[in-house]
Every structure is written in C-alpha cells, then in structure tokens.
C-alpha cells in the first residue's frame, strides 16, 4: 500500500497545488484525467496530509509531466486511504498523453481569514484533525514572512495583532511563536507546544502578504510590466494570445475594478530572468492568473532580448536586440540566411526563409548594437555570433538587417497549399493538434496565423494523413477573435483602470 512519500503534487503556485504524480515500479508518473473529479482529488490532498481537496484540475493545467502516465479512469467514493485503494484501470494502462495530466488543490495546512483580500487575514493552522488560530504574543514581521512564504507570496508586508482581522473561534494552536524567517512552515518555528497558551481569541495573530503579481516599470502605479512571483522568484509573462480578458483578471487581483488596455512588445521595458508564463488564457471570471490555462510553469518560446519589427506579421521585420538598457538595431554587413537562422530560433521559430537588407522593414533609430555579425547557424543566440563589437560600427539606419521567419505552425498532405492536416511547431519540433471539439473558430484563427481571411471548413480524423512523433495539442478552444500569434521579445503589460477614475 502506498504511503505519502509515494505522491506529490508538482508545479503549482503553492506546496499544496499541483499536478499530481505517484511513484510506482521505481519511478514517477503521471495520472490522467478520465473521469477525474473532486472525490479523486480529496484521496490525493488526505494522502498527503491535508484536510481534503477544493479542485480537480483537469488538462494539464499545472503543466504536463514526462514519462509514465500511471493511472486511468480512477474512480474514487472519497473514502480511500490512498489513490491507489481506488478503481483504476491498472497501473500503466491508458489511452492519454500528457496534454491529459490531472492535478488537485488540496486544502492547505493555514489559510487567512477575515481580510478584504486573499493575501491579508487572521493566521490559522490546521492541526490534529481541526482549524485554530496563532496567539499575537511575540508576533512580528519574521513570523509573518514565514506565514506569506508558505501560501506562496513572496513575503509580508505587515504583522497584526489584537484580533484585527476579528477573533476566531474553537482552538488556539500556537502561542510564543518565535521564527528567524528562514523556516518553510509556521510550524518549522519555536513556539510553546501545539495548544498551549495563556491566550483568549481577542488576541488573535494576522498577516498581510506582499502581492504575488506586480506591475513594474509603468508611469503610475496602475500600469506595468506584469511580473507573477512562484517558486521562489520573479519572472514575466509572455504576451503569446495575450487579451483583455487575461489583463482583467490581473487587474482585479491587484485591487483594481478591471483593465482598459493590454500592451505587447516590452512597452514597459523588459524583464530579466524567468520568464514564468506563455499562453495565458483566462475567461476573465477567475481570483488569480494561476488559476488560467496555461503552458506550465517556466514553460515558454519567448526571449528578452531581441525581436522583429516593422514586419506585416509577426515573424517577419527588423531585427532589434536589447542591451545595456535600450533597444538598438542590427547593420546589414555580412547579414545572411545563417544569421537570419539564429535570429528566428531564438525566438522560438524553425528557421529563417529570409535574410533582409538596407532596411527593407523600415529604418530604426537609436543604437546600433551589432555589425559584421557572422554566424555558423549552431548558435543559441545572435550574442553568441561573432561580431565586432558592442555599438562598434560604421553603418546607418539605412542598413538596418531583417529577417523572414518559418511560421511556427503549417499545414501538411493537403492537394494545395491553402489545407492540410494542422501542425505546430514548439519546443523544438513539429507537432500535430488533436481533433477533440476542433470547431470552425478554431480553424479561422490557424488560417488567419498563415496570412488566409479565414477558413472554410474544418476537417478530423486524420483527413489530411496522419502525422507523427508529437501531438501538441488537444481540446483546443478559440473564441474566433484571437490575435493571429503574436511572437517573442514581447513580455506581457497590461493598462489598468484606476480607481478614482471609475
């Protein structure tokens, strides 16, 4: 029988979120989502010591897994000791891929209570079967930071005392609780011993947690550079697909009633480090970004520093790179299909069609940063190309570089070349879409991505031939109205609605 070393919950905001994954036979695994619900969820969260679930997450939202898929079809009443008590269809059996992977929301270890936002509230522990509350005797900043950090933000901003967020009720867990800041969990701290104290609820222990989601690099505190904090750090968002709806849900998390405007392209100045999310796609109902699908954690096509501009779509213009704090551009010496070649997998395209020269997508300004750049067509990033020097050149605008690039999705086995069976190209490799609730709106988004109007029908079952290796992706869902792709360099902004002016 399993124990609760034998599951885990991987790439969630917080420790009790995640996709879930069991060890079986010498490794780890994912669990598919057929017929995956919260019963299912509650064994997982119960396993792992929680009080039970809140969510079943279902395709892939925590990010796919690699490797076995162990589990299908669990069917789970609720009260199994472990997932593995629970009907399944034997271990490594299935009909899924990791676009399938099943996750939980378990209920966590401490929650905040009574706050007029989720990152504020009165401290509760659960313990022993039962939710109780912190004494304020001792409380301070570093005991509040260690509270914040374990739900995932990245700090406090305040320690509350005296019951401000109102008295709780029922046990008082904690008492004398001493913490250095260092520790993982509240209960990692001194204190004097679960449910002992000399404390009455009017003393009651609060805590305001630093925002998970900030603005950076706006004129006003309003509008920015969206920059979500996980695991431990800062990183940015990837403006691919990036919409109002998406920009609303920031907005509300941040304490604003929406958003007027989305921004693309850095207009904010870009980031640095990671880059944390790739196609966000929020219906703009849900309480935090998190909470829309997305790629995965960490998992992305964008880049910082470089990008195309001027283009008639978005993978072709001239080539800009960033450095030392400014956009410059590119000089047209020695500019060929090699170098055009690293420039479009940088920003996560197949390759090049085209190398452009004397400033064929119009005249930059500014810097020029690089001239007679010379690469073999190995390199990871134009920075890595021979070059003469850092804004060493002797060029104009007039001879600005630019670049073609392969679009990252096509269409295979058609008669023309205007149909075909739909493939993408990602991480690295051509993939195919699979044809669960493939619709009409999803097609005229794909046909718009290649320069068409629109789409006239849509074909499933393999009608263009079968493809291989990678299937990308599944139950894929457009509106009709989505932006034909919108490439890399561009780190999601967003324009917020202040208060006062509603």
Same mark, same amino acid.
């Given at each position: 029988?399993?124990?609760?070393?034998?599951?885990?919950?991987?790439?969630?905001?917080?420790?009790?979120?995640?996709?879930?994954?069991?060890?079986?036979?010498?490794?780890?695994?994912?669990?598919?989502?057929?017929?995956?619900?919260?019963?299912?969820?509650?064994?997982?969260?119960?396993?792992?010591?929680?009080?039970?679930?809140?969510?079943?997450?279902?395709?892939?939202?925590?990010?796919?897994?690699?490797?076995?898929?162990?589990?299908?079809?669990?069917?789970?009443?609720?009260?199994?000791?472990?997932?593995?008590?629970?009907?399944?269809?034997?271990?490594?059996?299935?009909?899924?891929?990791?676009?399938?992977?099943?996750?939980?929301?378990?209920?966590?270890?401490?929650?905040?209570?009574?706050?007029?936002?989720?990152?504020?509230?009165?401290?509760?522990?659960?313990?022993?079967?039962?939710?109780?509350?912190?004494?304020?005797?001792?409380?301070?900043?570093?005991?509040?930071?260690?509270?914040?950090?374990?739900?995932?933000?990245?700090?406090?901003?305040?320690?509350?005392v005296r019951a401000e967020f109102g008295q709780g009720s029922g046990q008082i867990w904690l008492d004398d609780v001493?913490?250095?800041?260092?520790e993982t969990t509240i209960s990692d701290c001194g204190h004097g011993g679960w449910g002992l104290h000399n404390c009455?609820?009017?003393?009651?222990?609060?805590?305001?947690?630093?925002?998970?989601?900030?603005? *950076? @690099? $706006?004129? /006003?505190? #309003?509008?920015?550079?969206? =920059? &979500?904090?996980? !695991?431990?750090? +800062?990183? %940015?968002?990837c403006d691919d697909d990036w919409q109002l709806k998406d920009a609303h849900v920031v907005c509300r998390h941040l304490?604003?009633?929406?958003?007027?405007?989305?921004?693309?392209?850095?207009?904010?100045?870009?980031?640095?480090?990671?880059?944390?999310?790739?196609?966000?796609?929020?219906?703009?109902?849900?309480?935090?970004?998190?909470?829309?699908?997305?790629?995965?954690?960490?998992?992305?096509?964008?880049?910082?520093?470089?990008?195309? *501009? @001027? $283009?008639? /779509?978005? #993978?072709?213009?001239?080539? =800009? &790179?960033?450095? !030392?704090?400014? +956009?410059? %551009?590119?000089?047209?010496?020695?500019?060929?299909?090699?170098?055009?070649?690293?420039?479009?997998?940088?920003?996560?395209?197949?390759?090049?069609?085209?190398?452009?020269?004397?400033?064929?997508?119009?005249?930059?300004?500014?810097?020029?940063?690089?001239?007679?750049?010379?690469?073999?067509?190995?390199?990871?990033?134009?920075?890595?190309?021979?070059?003469?020097?850092?804004?060493?050149?002797?060029?104009?605008?007039?001879?600005?570089?630019?670049?073609?690039?392969?679009?990252?999705?096509?269409?295979?086995?058609?008669?023309?070349?205007?149909?075909?069976?739909?493939?993408?190209?990602?991480?690295?490799?051509?993939?195919?879409?699979?044809?669960?609730?493939?619709?009409?709106?999803?097609?005229?988004?794909?046909?718009?991505?290649?320069?068409?109007?629109?789409?006239?029908?849509?074909?499933?079952?393999?009608?263009?031939?079968?493809?291989?290796?990678?299937?990308?992706?599944?139950?894929?869902?457009?509106?009709?109205?989505?932006?034909?792709?919108?490439?890399?360099?561009?780190?999601?902004?967003?324009?917020?609605?202040?208060?006062?002016?509603?």
């Amino acid at each position: 029988m399993m124990n609760r070393i034998h599951i885990r919950l991987v790439g969630g905001h917080s420790s009790n979120e995640g996709r879930v994954e069991v060890f079986h036979d010498g490794q780890w695994g994912t669990v598919c989502d057929d017929g995956w619900d919260l019963y299912d969820a509650q064994v997982v969260c119960r396993q792992l010591g929680y009080s039970g679930a809140t969510e079943a997450r279902v395709r892939a939202a925590f990010g796919q897994g690699s490797g076995q898929i162990w589990l299908n079809n669990v069917g789970c009443d609720g009260s199994e000791t472990t997932i593995s008590d629970c009907g399944h269809g034997g271990w490594g059996s299935h009909n899924c891929d990791h676009s399938e992977d099943a996750g939980a929301v378990c209920k966590g270890d401490i929650r905040l209570v009574g706050g007029n936002s989720s990152n504020e509230g009165r401290v509760e522990v659960f313990h022993d079967g039962q939710w109780g509350t912190v004494c304020d005797d001792g409380w301070g900043l570093e005991e509040a930071h260690v509270v914040c950090r374990q739900l995932g933000y990245p700090g406090a901003t305040e320690a509350r005392v005296r019951a401000e967020f109102g008295q709780g009720s029922g046990q008082i867990w904690l008492d004398d609780v001493a913490c250095d800041g260092s520790e993982t969990t509240i209960s990692d701290c001194g204190h004097g011993g679960w449910g002992l104290h000399n404390c009455e609820h009017s003393e009651d222990a609060g805590a305001v947690c630093e925002r998970d989601i900030r603005l *950076v @690099g $706006g004129n /006003s505190s #309003n509008e920015g550079r969206v =920059e &979500v904090f996980h !695991d431990g750090q +800062w990183g %940015t968002v990837c403006d691919d697909d990036w919409q109002l709806k998406d920009a609303h849900v920031v907005c509300r998390h941040l304490g604003y009633p929406g958003a007027t405007g989305v921004r693309v392209r850095a207009a904010f100045g870009q980031g640095s480090g990671q880059i944390w999310l790739n196609y966000v796609g929020c219906d703009g109902s849900e309480t935090t970004i998190s909470d829309c699908g997305h790629r995965g954690w960490g998992l992305h096509n964008c880049d910082h520093n470089i990008r195309l *501009v @001027g $283009g008639n /779509s978005s #993978n072709e213009g001239r080539v =800009e &790179v960033f450095h !030392d704090g400014q +956009w410059g %551009t590119v000089c047209d010496d020695d500019w060929g299909l090699e170098e055009a070649h690293v420039v479009c997998r940088q920003l996560g395209y197949p390759g090049a069609t085209e190398a452009r020269v004397r400033a064929a997508f119009g005249q930059g300004s500014g810097q020029i940063w690089l001239n007679n750049v010379g690469c073999d067509g190995s390199e990871t990033t134009i920075s890595d190309c021979g070059h003469g020097g850092w804004g060493l050149h002797n060029c104009e605008h007039g001879e600005d570089a630019g670049a073609v690039c392969e679009r990252d999705i096509r269409l295979v086995g058609g008669n023309s070349s205007n149909e075909g069976r739909v493939e993408v190209f990602h991480d690295g490799q051509w993939g195919t879409v699979c044809d669960d609730d493939w619709l009409l709106k999803d097609a005229h988004v794909v046909c718009r991505h290649l320069g068409y109007p629109g789409a006239t029908g849509v074909r499933v079952r393999a009608a263009f031939g079968q493809g291989s290796g990678q299937n990308w992706l599944d139950g894929v869902a457009c509106d009709g109205s989505e932006i034909p792709f919108q490439h890399p360099a561009d780190m999601t902004s967003v324009l917020l609605t202040p208060i006062q002016s509603l």
